[in-house]
């Protein structure tokens, strides 16, 4: 795991869309995560407008992150879920599905799809990642979220002059 976040990047006044989906199985882990990414968007860039549906667990993320893309509402979504493993391969399985489910949904509707959910071994893992400020992934998101908006504007705008 890396200690380090990504620097924040330069503030923006685009009123960019961005769907946030989470799951409400452990709620206050995940909510920690929304909380601080919808904190740094917002500073990032004040204009961006953030729509927020809540899923029962992270099994749900892929279709709640599918249904929105589908709606053509949103430019980017940030997804959020914690998985704690257990005695079981479940976590696991949970995780690899969602993570399959999320990559199909970013490249069939070429929005970027921002994964954080998190598969931790324990407890104090998911407070660290997900409560406290040092490296928390919900911040982390929100910068990942604006630059990946800002490649996506450059890349399509470098398309769109060449097909002219």
């Known amino acids: 795991m890396s200690n380090q976040l990504p620097h924040r990047p330069e503030s923006c006044d685009t009123p960019w869309r961005i769907g946030v989906v989470s799951s409400l199985y452990n709620q206050l882990w995940v909510n920690g995560l929304v909380l601080h990414f919808e904190r740094e968007a917002k500073a990032i860039c004040p204009k961006c407008e953030l729509s927020f549906v809540q899923v029962p667990g992270s099994f749900e993320l892929p279709l709640g992150a599918q249904l929105l893309a589908d709606s053509g509402t949103v430019d980017a979504l940030a997804v959020f879920g914690v998985l704690l493993e257990g005695e079981t391969a479940h976590a696991t399985l949970v995780a690899q599905a969602v993570t399959q489910g999320l990559m199909q949904i970013s490249l069939a509707h070429r929005i970027p799809v921002i994964h954080e959910v998190l598969l931790v071994k324990n407890v104090?893992?998911?407070?660290k990642r997900c409560l406290e400020e040092e490296i928390n992934r919900g911040l982390e998101a929100a910068r990942a979220?604006?630059?990946?908006?800002?490649?996506?504007?450059?890349?399509n705008s470098l398309s769109n002059s060449r097909k002219a």
Do not use: F, H, S, V
């Not at 979220?145 to 890349?155: A, D, G, P, W």
């Open 124 to 127: 104090e893992q998911a407070e």
């Open 145 to 155: 979220c604006i630059r990946m908006l800002r490649n996506t504007q450059m890349i």
